[in-house]
């Protein structure tokens, strides 16, 4: 328990956009080593130096392609995040089957849950063992959504001992939902939290219960899921616009295009409204983005680049398209 720690942010220095590597984990289909550690180039050269990965992504697969691609860059230049709480257990009678979890790789390996002592440690080690790396800068626990019990009694204990120890540099929990978040703000020695999807343009959940308590805490918070799966992710939200990973309601692709069309008022486009709205925050101190070839990275560093008017925050809330709490 933290309940008298005194307030801290991330031990690390993240920028202000991160690379996410689940699409070098052949997220719904495949991508070449070229192609991915072409991304990887591009982004390097574009400032980032923040790259976030777990064993989840492809079977391990994104983490040997992200270790692969920085080992030869200066190590103290660049965080690299990934994930415990997934074992990954060899699974050779299915290696001729697909990964049945949205991963174009073979399912030569299962993903067990794991959130004990000895599960961090052995995910950690053989996350190390794949990227090559000597070290990882901040360890997330994955989606611990049914695990609260283990993951904050025996997973992150193990966890601060590794921090105190000096293997890792800080922890914390990476989810898509910010009531458990909050949960390990308050009650766990966290120093950084991941929250996917529940707080973006479309949508400001986490406003009432993440954001205010990891100000309270000093816990930083990175901002995964910016475009809400897709839906923010274009000019112009089209009719099969995905949403949480599915087909999107009609109704939300109708609130997106009423956002989009007040930005395109204000000479902004959606996608870099919807960097722009999470980075106000206080609380923030990074977004990742997935990112899977040098194109995309272009474009976001692009986007995270742009100038949006100050103004176009309180038009969005007198539309009731924000909440009006928000930043």
């Known amino acids: 328990m933290r309940a008298h720690a005194l307030?801290?942010?991330?031990?690390?220095?993240?920028?202000?956009?991160?690379?996410?590597?689940?699409?070098?984990?052949?997220l719904y289909r495949a991508t070449t080593d070229e192609e991915f550690a072409a991304a990887i180039d591009t982004a390097w050269e574009g400032g980032l130096r923040y790259y976030d990965t777990a064993p989840h992504y492809?079977?391990?697969?994104?983490?040997?392609?992200?270790?692969?691609?920085?080992?030869?860059?200066?190590?103290?230049?660049?965080?690299?995040?990934?994930?415990?709480g997934r074992l990954l257990v060899p699974s050779p009678p299915d290696a001729h089957r697909r990964d049945p979890e949205g991963f174009d790789v073979a399912a030569d390996h299962r993903r067990v849950w794991d959130?004990?002592?000895?599960?961090?440690?052995?995910?950690?080690?053989?996350?190390?063992?794949?990227?090559?790396?000597?070290?990882?800068?901040?360890v997330y626990l994955h989606d611990p959504d049914d695990?609260?019990?283990?993951?904050?009694?025996?997973?992150?204990?193990?966890?601060?001992?590794?921090?105190d120890q000096g293997v890792v540099?800080?922890?914390?929990?990476?989810?898509?939902?910010?009531?458990?978040?909050?949960?390990?703000?308050?009650?766990t020695d966290v120093d950084v939290v991941m929250c996917a999807g529940r707080y973006t343009l479309l949508e400001q959940g986490a406003l009432a219960d993440l954001l205010?308590?990891?100000?309270?805490?000093?816990?930083?918070?990175?901002?995964?899921?910016?475009?809400?799966?897709?839906?923010?992710?274009r000019d112009r939200p089209p009719a099969d616009a995905t949403y949480n990973y599915r087909q999107a309601p009609p109704?939300?692709?109708?609130?997106?295009?009423?956002?989009?069309?007040v930005c395109g008022s204000y000479g902004v486009t959606l996608p870099q409204a919807a960097l722009a709205f999470v980075r106000r925050h206080p609380a923030v101190v990074s977004t990742v983005v997935g990112?899977?070839?040098?194109?995309?990275?272009?474009?976001?560093?692009?986007?995270?680049?742009?100038?949006?008017?100050?103004?176009?925050?309180?038009?969005?809330?007198a539309a009731g398209l924000l909440a009006p709490v928000a930043a």
């Open 7 to 26: 307030p801290r942010r991330p031990t690390v220095r993240l920028t202000e956009l991160g690379f996410g590597g689940a699409q070098g984990g052949n």
């Open 58 to 84: 492809g079977l391990g697969l994104s983490e040997r392609r992200i270790g692969a691609a920085l080992r030869s860059r200066p190590r103290d230049e660049y965080v690299v995040s990934t994930k415990v």
């Open 115 to 138: 959130f004990s002592r000895d599960g961090v440690l052995r995910s950690l080690e053989s996350s190390l063992a794949r990227t090559g790396l000597d070290r990882v800068d901040v």
């Open 147 to 163: 695990h609260w019990e283990q993951a904050a009694t025996e997973a992150v204990p193990a966890l601060v001992e590794l921090r």
């Open 169 to 187: 540099g800080a922890i914390g929990a990476g989810m898509n939902q910010s009531h458990l978040l909050t949960r390990f703000v308050r009650e």
């Open 212 to 233: 205010p308590a990891a100000q309270e805490r000093g816990v930083g918070v990175v901002v995964a899921g910016v475009y809400n799966s897709g839906l923010l992710s």
């Open 251 to 261: 109704e939300l692709i109708d609130r997106a295009r009423r956002i989009a069309d």
């Open 291 to 317: 990112l899977r070839t040098g194109g995309q990275v272009t474009q976001s560093l692009a986007r995270s680049d742009a100038d949006v008017p100050a103004a176009l925050w309180p038009a969005l809330r």
